[in-house]
């Protein structure tokens, strides 16, 4: 008799996106000549860059010649790659990383999901709310999250992520062994400071404390003070796992491929407390279950960080952060309290006083023909706020915003 995983019975269904497509539906039934605008998707739009599509051309003809053909690559991803990652990523930062240290895979999304794969079941988990649902879907699975209590799992410890707060927390009193961060943070927009992750890094080296940081948007961060990655903070090889992704950053969304870094310095502990190296155990656990992230695929990645590639990558995020600008100003002057946007393409909208999440959400595709994502969607913290996403196209975010203007006036 086959036995499922009942972890898995324990999930409930994931409805926010297709709760929101049922209510777009049926407003368009009623409303069949109304244009909707939506800004509630999380994926990109600008296609990819002229450079990475001439080295993909390039390798996908490679693949068609005898000589230069490659089958399997190294699960951890090709040499060419990894170095491009440490001269280009890290290097230009004054963080030093061995070869062996980056994990190439096919994005982030795969590696925050997996990473469980090497943590033991009874590791108290914390993270940020409202976050990116995968980390929490993810420990469900692993087991780690006990059971669901009003909206919250009882074995993970939810930080809120609040007005008052600038969406940055605080280390909580209770015990937390592995702790998800997410800066520039999808999805209320929000970016750390040095000093405010070196916080965290302190917090986290007093506890023999995991971090698991996702800095997938770091390449949306203007401002020249914040950190890219958190091996620019002091100890954080000691204590911290880093993923990374060319999703946001290249428009990879369609094509797969990210990284994670687990330095050789950074160790968690047996049972009977003897630390050990996590970085053997991941090696362990890719090679075993991962095949390596395509040669095409990562031919592209590397051509991100040629000089056009680069240049031609920093446009399309110019080109987003110009809509978050239009965007935040649009908003702002409607009167809305308007966060994010900044140094990440989200703008958390505080919904006005008494309006709920969803209710908002109702109110602007009615008034205004614009879809946002219910804040509440990614967890209790995210009650009275609306996400909105610079990802459109800049004619539909101006149009959308001039909407949500003059419904409000
Ligand atoms: C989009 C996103 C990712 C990237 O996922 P990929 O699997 O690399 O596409 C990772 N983390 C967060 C928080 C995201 O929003």
Not at 88 to 99: E, V, W
Not at 216 to 235: K, N, R, T, V
Request: aromatic letters at 12%; a negative charge; charged letters at 20%.
């Amino acid at each position: 008799m086959a036995l499922v995983n009942e972890l898995f019975l324990k999930l409930p269904g994931n409805y926010l996106f297709s709760d929101i497509a049922k209510k777009i539906n049926t407003f368009k039934t009623s409303h069949p000549d109304a244009k909707v605008i939506s800004l509630g998707i999380g994926d990109v739009t600008r296609p990819l860059p002229q450079a990475v599509r001439e080295a993909m051309h390039k390798a996908v003809d490679e693949m068609g010649d005898a000589s230069t053909f490659r089958g399997y690559g190294p699960e951890q991803g090709y040499p060419f790659l990894i170095e491009a990652i440490i001269r280009n990523d890290y290097a230009s930062r004054g963080i030093s990383l061995d070869t062996d240290e980056v994990f190439v895979s096919d994005g982030a999304k795969s590696d925050t999901g997996n990473i469980g794969d090497i943590l033991r079941r009874d590791n108290r988990v914390g993270l940020t709310d409202p976050v990116y649902p995968v980390y929490v879907d993810s420990n469900v699975m692993g087991g780690r999250a006990g059971e669901l209590l009003d909206g919250k799992w009882s074995n993970i410890v939810y930080i809120p992520c609040t007005e008052a707060n600038g969406f940055v927390p605080e280390a909580p009193s209770e015990r937390i062994d592995v702790l998800y961060l997410c800066y520039p943070n999808n999805p209320t927009g929000a970016s750390i400071t040095k000093a405010a992750l070196q916080k965290w890094v302190d917090y986290a080296l007093a506890h023999k404390a995991l971090i698991l940081y996702d800095a997938a948007y770091e390449a949306y961060i203007q401002d020249p003070e914040l950190p890219h990655s958190i091996y620019e903070i002091e100890g954080a090889k000691q204590t911290a796992i880093e993923f990374r992704s060319f999703s946001k950053t290249a428009g990879f969304t369609g094509i797969r491929c990210g990284y994670t870094v687990i330095p050789k310095a950074l160790h968690g502990y047996t049972p009977e407390g003897k630390a050990t190296a996590f970085n053997p155990l991941w090696n362990r656990r890719q090679c075993t279950k991962f095949n390596g992230a395509s040669y095409i695929t990562q031919r592209g990645a590397e051509a991100v960080y040629s000089p056009e590639g680069a240049a031609q990558v920093k446009e399309t995020i110019q080109y987003y952060m110009g809509n978050a600008e239009i965007m935040r100003k649009g908003l702002e002057s409607a009167g809305l309290k308007v966060y994010g946007g900044e140094n990440a393409p989200y703008l958390w909208i505080k919904t006005p006083a008494g309006v709920s999440s969803w209710q908002f959400f109702e109110q602007m595709l009615h008034g205004a023909y614009v879809v946002g994502t219910p804040g509440v969607g990614f967890g209790p913290s995210g009650e009275g706020y609306i996400r909105l996403t610079a990802f459109g196209t800049r004619e539909n975010s101006i149009e959308a915003i001039d909407r949500i203007c003059r419904w409000l006036k």
